[in-house]
């Protein structure tokens, strides 16, 4: 699976972005597929993720209410709406998709096995 993040950008704190990870190669309705962040100095962090299939989507407690992560299968597309974007939420936002993981580790990066290439996200105050 090869994916293709996009939608990063320059927005206001308040303002709203939807990144886009376009997967070729393979459906992601075989995979778990995850967004991260990596903020400069930090650590990557789990944002959202879907199980297999998009049974369900996991959230980050600090984006719950504000972002949405979602798939469009005909488009072979996870979305990740982001609204009411704050400073913090600025970073490099990746996507990734892994074949074997179970609920409780989707939020682990190790259990990803393809990762797209990441895209910025820069929230301004």
């Known amino acids: 699976v090869q994916l293709q993040a996009s939608g990063g950008g320059l927005v206001q704190a308040g303002g709203s972005l939807r990144l886009s990870c376009a997967a070729s190669?393979?459906?992601?309705?075989?995979?778990?597929v995850g967004w991260f962040r990596q903020a400069p100095g930090k650590e990557r962090e789990f944002v959202a993720a879907?199980?297999?299939?998009?049974?369900?989507?996991i959230y980050e407690d600090s984006v719950k209410g504000r972002f949405t992560i979602y798939m469009d299968n005909a488009k072979n597309t996870v979305f990740l709406q982001m609204s009411s974007l704050e400073p913090g939420d600025t970073a490099v936002y990746y996507c990734?998709?892994?074949?074997?993981?179970?609920?409780?580790?989707?939020?682990?990066?190790?259990?990803?096995?393809?990762w797209g290439q990441g895209t910025l996200v820069t929230v301004s105050s």
């Open positions: 990734a998709a892994g074949a074997r993981i179970i609920n409780s580790a989707i939020r682990s990066p190790p259990m990803y096995d393809y």
């Open positions: 879907l199980t297999r299939s998009a049974g369900a989507s």
């Open positions: 190669g393979r459906s992601f309705r075989s995979h778990a």
